[in-house]
């Protein structure tokens, strides 16, 4: 192992999602998105069909109604990662789109959740903290489903560049890194949240999504592929310093064949086509031959205007944003599933370190190292990791303390692997660990599953006073910042 180096610049932080931690689910205007109907996306969303259309179904309790109110204590939370802190550089968040346009489909915007970000933003310069914004973190306006169907309809197009038009004007001096869609290649996986599809006139009506076919997400990724696009073309004009990326979970690239027999190395290679989709079209500009075999044998071959094609040929990302949590073993013919950290299969037998109970992901940090290697090799486009992170069922002691060693030992080895990565050659941004204050776990609705350097009172039922406190991991990140990654023990 080298010693551990990262450039200069390197953004250190954290990063949340506005749905999993801002709470205040309807305050000053906000409308209905798509995960406010879930009570984890890895679950059917709480909706019912009133004869004509879907419709939200919000009885019983929500954990991310109020989630951690960081809507209301944004400030005592940032202090808590910036200069008066951890000493984050960077912390990336979302723009809550139903904030913004409350149904989606309005012409004008609403200015309260306008100012919100301002003053969010304004805040994160304060403390010395470059924002780092996703445009739809699985927050689509839940109306733009009921009424239009998602992203399985063309007029999404001109509503999400309504939207993107709107909020790049209004922050363009004040975040210069932005990402589209948030993990969008779990379209295919989970419909309802990354790609905010929705078939409106089911014929199953007991599950929202169940008709939907392969065919259709084609579509609605096609329609996706524009939309970016033609936000990466808007955003140079208003403003060419301002860098647009591309966010997909990659913890699936990450997939080792169980055996070196062909039909498995084949199965693999198969199984990372599906990774490598959005990132060809996001990064290469291109639809790929495996793509366009799978459509001309299936009769999937989605609808294209006229320019389409062009547009995204010439409009690509500047940088591969991802998240990855855990790599994962494949066989033949074995069946691959999907969870908050991405997909999982065999068990490899090579890996014998894992996450305590009840979640116990395998731990493999070459993984990452072998992952930036990968997407360097195909891509060459600078690379950010804006999530890796490790989910503990955590309390406090007595004193008010928590002792979260392995949290610790996670980012740790990583992050070694990370620097081993960068000595390779791979260029990386940054480091952005998930989630650096506990919030509502995103696949389960849990706050039981807590990622935070940084503790909040409040438990699965709601229970507590929200009182914020320093876990034992607090401190060692702050010196990891403070030296640039030199001393990671």
Excluded at 133 to 161: A, C, R
Excluded at 215 to 238: G, P, S
Aim: with cysteine.
């Amino acid at each position: 192992m080298n010693k551990t180096r990262f450039p200069k610049n390197f953004l250190w932080g954290g990063a949340v999602a506005a749905n999993q931690c801002e709470g205040a689910y309807l305050e000053d205007g906000k409308g209905l998105n798509v995960t406010d109907v879930c009570k984890g996306l890895l679950k059917d969303p709480y909706m019912k069909w009133n004869g004509e259309k879907w419709e939200a179904d919000l009885e019983g309790f929500f954990p991310s109604h109020e989630s951690i109110d960081f809507y209301h204590r944004y400030k005592e939370d940032l202090a808590l990662m910036g200069k008066d802190g951890m000493g984050f550089k960077a912390f990336r968040t979302s723009i809550s789109w139903a904030r913004i346009f409350p149904n989606g489909d309005e012409t004008k915007p609403n200015e309260a959740g306008l100012k919100y970000y301002d003053d969010l933003f304004d805040e994160m310069h304060n403390q010395g903290i470059e924002p780092v914004v996703t445009m739809s973190h699985y927050e689509t306006p839940l109306h733009l489903l009921t009424e239009y169907g998602g992203w399985l309809n063309e007029k999404m197009i001109d509503f999400w560049m309504n939207y993107a038009e709107t909020i790049l004007r209004r922050y363009k001096d004040k975040v210069k890194y932005w990402l589209t869609f948030n993990e969008i290649n779990n379209l295919f996986k989970i419909p309802f949240a990354p790609g905010a599809c929705l078939d409106i006139h089911p014929k199953n009506i007991e599950k929202v999504n169940a008709d939907l076919t392969r065919k259709e997400l084609y579509q609605a990724a096609h329609y996706v592929a524009v939309a970016n696009a033609k936000t990466v073309k808007l955003a140079r004009e208003i403003n060419p310093d301002m860098k647009i990326g591309a966010m997909l979970s990659l913890s699936g690239m990450a997939t080792y064949p169980e055996t070196c027999k062909p039909e498995d190395v084949i199965a693999v290679q198969q199984f990372q086509h599906q990774q490598h989709f959005f990132l060809d079209l996001f990064c290469k500009g291109k639809y790929s031959g495996y793509a366009r075999r799978e459509w001309e044998e299936n009769g999937y071959t989605p609808i294209m205007k006229d320019g389409d094609l062009e547009l995204i040929q010439e409009n690509t990302v500047d940088y591969i944003a991802f998240s990855y949590y855990k790599s994962c073993v494949l066989r033949a013919g074995a069946e691959m599933k999907t969870d908050t950290g991405g997909v999982y299969g065999l068990k490899n037998p090579y890996i014998t370190e894992y996450s305590p109970e009840p979640w116990k992901w395998p731990v493999d940090p070459q993984g990452l190292r072998y992952l930036c290697n990968y997407l360097n090799d195909i891509y060459d486009k600078p690379l950010f990791i804006v999530e890796n992170g490790i989910g503990l069922d955590e309390k406090e002691d007595e004193n008010g303390k928590i002792e979260d060693d392995f949290r610790r030992y996670y980012v740790s080895e990583h992050l070694k692997q990370l620097s081993e990565a960068i000595n390779d050659g791979c260029n990386v941004m940054g480091y952005l660990y998930w989630g650096p204050i506990d919030i509502v776990s995103a696949g389960t609705g849990e706050m039981k599953k807590r990622y935070g350097f940084i503790y909040v009172d409040k438990d699965n039922d709601g229970n507590g006073d929200l009182h914020r406190s320093r876990k034992e991991s607090f401190d060692w990140y702050k010196r990891v910042i403070e030296c640039n990654g030199e001393n990671l023990d």
